[in-house]
């Protein structure tokens, strides 16, 4: 968080109490990308930074459909302060 600091991005901690993060979800994955796919992205009025690239989110919706897809299938890492 000291990166994000120096840098001047305005971000704060989150409690991590969700254990969806998992590869279990893989034999799952085909009903949650079919309910994506109905999901309309509007372009972002402000950056949202993705815990998972550590970038910002990209603005094309078949890249944010599967950057949530290997969110989803990743385990997390949670960095305690």
């Not at 305005?10 to 994955?29: E, I, T």
């Not at 402000?46 to 990209?58: G, K, Q, R």
Request: a negative charge; proline letters at 5%; charged letters at 20%.
């Amino acid at each position: 968080m000291s990166l994000l600091q120096e840098q001047q991005i305005f971000h704060q901690g989150a409690a991590d109490r969700s254990g969806f993060h998992s590869p279990f979800l893989k034999d799952r994955m085909d009903v949650l990308v079919g309910n994506m796919r109905n999901v309309h992205f509007q372009k972002m009025q402000i950056p949202l930074w993705s815990a998972t690239t550590l970038e910002v989110y990209p603005e094309s919706p078949d890249a944010i459909r599967e950057l949530c897809v290997a969110h989803l299938l990743q385990t997390g890492t949670v960095q305690r302060n």
